[in-house]
């Protein structure tokens, strides 16, 4: 039997693992009856743009995407704050100038937090 | 899908750092009071960038973005169009950094409460992660801290050290509360695999101010004690671990170390259970000093029955006392912190009586459930529930 491999939980993720009844035409993961959106997409997919236009779909996910690439394909320049930062300040945080050790703060491994205990 | 309730973090979650259970235990508090909720934080590493689980919804922040502020705007811009979305059932929205406060306190129409919870100041903790950041960056960056504590509705911190460095920025008194770290208890947990006989355990991340060149340089000086090694549970990849590693060479104790990387945090509670002593050097830097922090790790070391040995710092006498839960010592003094462990070492009586009452500490009084307690009291605070 295929099992869902669709992430679940909240601080400890794992995969859902019911008994998949379809595979995502967005990444080919396997979804079982529960986490598959409409078309088959596991929800992840569905709530990325391009994802299937589904009028009833229930998560706002569509729509937030949509407003998101609309409010900052102009940046958010709405806001002062981040105007009042020069491309002098913004050099001084690109990846490799941190101490975290030449490999810069940035990675797909990394989290971005900058405080930790 | 309506919320009542969100949180917001420019934080990966989960992860394997001591702000991923921090983040987990207060999104869950405020989730539990309000029937479900949004969780916006950073994505990548593999995590879905959308997950449902019951009521919660939890979306992440996928751009890939290098340059810091460059990234931090597209986030606020991306938590700003979430909040749109949600502003008319929206009642409390908790946002744990200066990113996520603003678009939260800048949302037209809004009529939430928002909770900025502090756990360090950008502006200082930034001069030392990004040394080419001026004072005048770091001054814009206080600006903006200024503007998010005036705005606010309430302030939580996990210290009184950090409470008093938001109230010196001028933030009402009245609107600060501290809701402490927490730990949950662990049971019994079982020796991990390739645990050595005997060892002193750090726990957490690299950073110089964590004063893990501190912690080598006094391992050195414990090189008598043959089968004793130091176990590193590095909460970031190992990629990151090159300079300690460069320097444990330098000194000559690499060979004598264990290293563990992101281990999930069950693991790391049997890490700690186990050991000897566990160790935690923070420096006497300004960022540990003057903003404060609020040592998970030393509350989780005490939780797990395992004498500390700490750098006296007042933020680390919030949580426990010299010769009661552990031994304090002085900052950057890497002979000090060697004979504290030694010591600790040659009276494993005195070590584990140490231990068992650090943990009757925890159970006493530092537990997330009395930390959760806490926060919810905030929260009927500001926003009674029978609206
Ligand atoms: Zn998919
Ligand atoms: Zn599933």
Redesign the pocket.
């Given at each position: 039997m295929t099992r869902c491999t669709v992430t679940t939980g909240f601080f400890l993720l794992g995969r859902c693992g019911r008994a998949a009844v379809a595979a995502?035409?967005?990444?080919?993961?396997p979804?079982c009856a529960e986490h598959a959106v409409q078309g088959g997409?596991?929800p992840?997919?569905?709530a990325q743009a391009g994802g299937p236009p589904d009028p009833h779909d229930p998560s706002f996910a569509s729509a937030y995407r949509r407003r998101y690439y609309e409010s900052s394909s102009q940046t958010y320049y709405d806001n002062q704050w981040y105007s009042s930062f020069d491309s002098y300040d913004r050099g001084a945080f690109n990846p490799g100038d941190d101490y975290s050790y030449g490999e810069g703060d940035f990675g797909p491994d990394d989290g971005t937090g900058f405080v930790d205990s | 899908m309506r919320h009542r309730a969100a949180y917001f973090a420019f934080d990966r979650f989960p992860s394997g750092k001591g702000s991923a259970v921090h983040i987990a235990q207060m999104a869950d508090e405020l989730f539990e009071r309000s029937g479900g909720g949004l969780l916006g934080v950073l994505g990548g590493g593999g995590l879905p960038g959308y997950q449902r689980e019951g009521a919660r919804e939890i979306v992440r922040f996928e751009e890939q973005i290098p340059n810091l502020i460059d990234r931090a705007e597209a986030y606020s811009a991306w938590a700003a169009a979430l909040l749109r979305e949600h502003v008319e059932s929206l009642e409390i929205v908790h946002v744990r950094d200066p990113w996520s406060a603003l678009p939260a306190l800048t949302a037209e129409d809004r009529d939430y409460k928002v909770v900025f919870e502090v756990n360090g100041l950008p502006s200082i903790e930034m001069g030392h992660t990004w040394p080419w950041a001026s004072p005048a960056t770091l001054g814009k960056i206080r600006e903006l801290e200024r503007f998010c504590l005036d705005r606010c509705d309430a302030v939580v911190v996990p210290s009184r050290v950090i409470g008093d460095a938001v109230r010196r920025l001028g933030t009402a008194a009245e609107k600060v509360h501290l809701v402490p770290n927490g730990a949950d208890l662990p049971g019994e947990t079982a020796r991990p695999a390739g645990a050595p006989d005997r060892y002193v355990v750090y726990v957490g991340a690299l950073q110089p101010w964590q004063g893990i060149d501190v912690l080598l340089r006094a391992f050195a000086r414990l090189g008598d004690l043959a089968d004793l090694r130091l176990v590193i549970c590095s909460s970031v990849p190992e990629r990151r671990a090159k300079p300690v590693r460069r320097l444990a060479e330098r000194l000559g104790v690499a060979d004598r170390l264990d290293w563990r990387f992101a281990l999930p945090h069950p693991e790391v509670a049997a890490w700690l259970a186990h050991a000897a002593v566990s160790v935690a050097p923070l420096t006497g830097c300004a960022r540990n000093l003057d903003q404060g922090c609020a040592p998970l790790k030393v509350i989780e070391s005490m939780a797990a029955g395992v004498p500390v040995v700490a750098s006296d710092l007042p933020a680390v006498r919030e949580l426990m006392a010299d010769g009661e839960h552990g031994r304090l010592v002085p900052a950057d003094r890497p002979a000090e912190l060697a004979r504290a462990v030694r010591i600790l070492l040659e009276y494993p009586g005195e070590a584990a009586a140490m231990g068992a009452r650090a943990r009757a500490r925890v159970a006493g009084g530092l537990t997330w459930t009395r930390s959760r307690a806490r926060l919810a009291e905030v929260y009927r605070t500001i926003a009674p529930s029978d609206r």
């Open positions: 995502c035409p967005g990444c080919g993961r979804v997409y596991c992840s997919c569905a | -």
